[in-house]
């Protein structure tokens, strides 16, 4: 192909690239923003131009940096994997938005540090956090554990007062904490009070 000839066809994909009605971008190996079509640019309330020489991972916050490990390494190991990143970013109104970067290494030969080609998936809204699950309920037993400790008392005092031994309440703790996931007896007193296991404003502490 002749060097006309190559002009030619770069300014029809430059003009087909402007066209694309996606959010597109060419970023380097280090995520630096090498050319964005219109698209893309007003994600970001902006012009292409501006975009050139940007942070990608700036204008678009990962939400998960795992995410963005993988690229890296990707990268590092000239791999030609589609990866996806979870982003949000600031829109030119101001709100919060969220979406999907994705990321194809792209290169024109095995030895070449590959570019990124760069797509934005916007999203309506934010996604939806999973529900958090109900504790679930204590027994009389328990509820007395819970309130003993939230009062500050030791393992042996309430296994005196709950006329066990110090093996039983730990017995009751153990079980709470796997229930509930808590690393340690704050912890345990603090989803308490969360959950409705205690009554708050009441000294000393009891459970309703």
């Given amino acids: 192909m002749e060097a006309g000839d190559a002009v030619v066809w770069r300014n029809r994909a430059l003009t087909l690239f402007d066209r694309v009605v996606v959010p597109v971008a060419v970023c380097d190996a280090y995520g630096r923003v090498v050319l964005a079509n219109p698209a893309m640019a007003a994600e970001c309330g902006t012009t292409p131009g501006r975009l050139r020489g940007r942070d990608v991972l700036e204008l678009f916050r990962p939400q998960r940096a795992t995410q963005v490990e993988r ?6 190991l000239r791999r ?3 990866y996806r990143v979870s982003v949000c970013w600031r829109a030119p109104d101001g709100g919060e938005r969220y979406g999907e970067l994705t990321a194809d290494p792209v290169s024109d030969s095995v030895e070449e540090t590959p570019a990124l080609l760069v797509m934005l998936r916007v999203e309506d809204e934010r996604p939806a956090a ?3 699950p109900a504790p679930a309920p ?10 003993l400790l939230a009062s500050g008392a030791t393992t ?11 093996d039983g309440v730990n017995y009751h703790l153990r079980r709470l904490s796997a229930r509930w996931g808590a ?9 308490a009070y969360a959950a409705g296991v205690l009554s708050p404003g009441v000294w000393p502490p009891e459970a309703p």
């Fill in 71 to 76: 690229i890296v390494e990707a990268l590092r």
């Fill in 183 to 191: 690393a340690n007896r704050t912890e345990l007193v603090a989803r």
């Fill in 80 to 82: 030609r994997s589609r």
């Fill in 156 to 166: 042996a005092r309430a296994a005196r007062e709950l006329g066990l031994t110090t």
């Fill in 130 to 132: 999973p529900p958090v």
């Fill in 138 to 147: 204590v027994t009389p037993v328990e509820g007395r554990v819970l309130a």
